[in-house]
């Protein structure tokens, strides 16, 4: 078992940062084969991938729509990977989700355990 927590999430002007936190704890399992995955869901819509790396970080894969923007960070002392976003637009604007799974995919199905998800704001 793997619980998520997320936070981050707020209100930002278009052009502004913000840096979302993902904290994973487990029952036992190690994380050390894992992937984390970032998606986002805007009303409406379906949920869509942004990123994806693996646990050690040696593989990550980013959207094109954020590619250049949005870059995950790691920091194993804490099980946390942050996903930190920069220069942001209205479109954006989405409830964005840390999910981890065993297979690296862009593919929701494909990830295991959520987090409640935080929600992102971006004003024009």
């Known amino acids: 078992q793997v619980q998520l927590v997320e936070s981050g999430g707020g209100l930002v002007q278009a052009g502004g940062s913000l840096r979302l936190s993902c904290a994973a704890s487990?029952?036992?399992?190690?994380?050390?084969?894992?992937?984390m995955g970032w998606f986002r869901q805007a009303p409406g819509k379906e949920r869509e991938f942004v990123a994806t790396e693996t646990w050690n970080g040696d593989l990550s894969d980013y959207a094109d729509s954020v590619k250049g923007r949005f870059t995950i960070s790691r920091d194993n002392a804490k099980n946390t990977r942050n996903l930190q976003m920069n220069s942001l637009k209205p479109e954006d604007s989405a409830v964005y989700y840390c999910?981890?799974?065993?297979?690296?995919?862009?593919?929701?199905?494909?990830?295991?355990?959520w987090g409640q998800g935080t929600q992102v704001t971006v004003s024009s």
């Open positions: 999910a981890v799974g065993r297979a690296y995919s862009r593919h929701p199905g494909r990830y295991d355990y």
């Open positions: 487990t029952s036992g399992s190690t994380l050390s084969n894992a992937v």
